[in-house]
């Protein structure tokens, strides 16, 4: 009678540790958003809508 071998399946520690990195990146890329849309919205306070830079003088 041949031997079977057994063929394992990938070891949930290593499914676990893949899930742990993945929430860990998923987590740090939302954190990274929120910082950058406070950074945003930081900035675009500083923006004056009426400075002259942004006025064009018409060369008549």
Partial sequence: MPKRTNQYSPSPVRQSDFAITQKARAAALEKAEGERAQKR????????????????????
């Fill in 41 to 60: 919205l930081e900035n675009d306070a500083l923006l004056d809508v009426n400075a002259n830079k942004w006025r064009y003088d018409s060369q008549r």
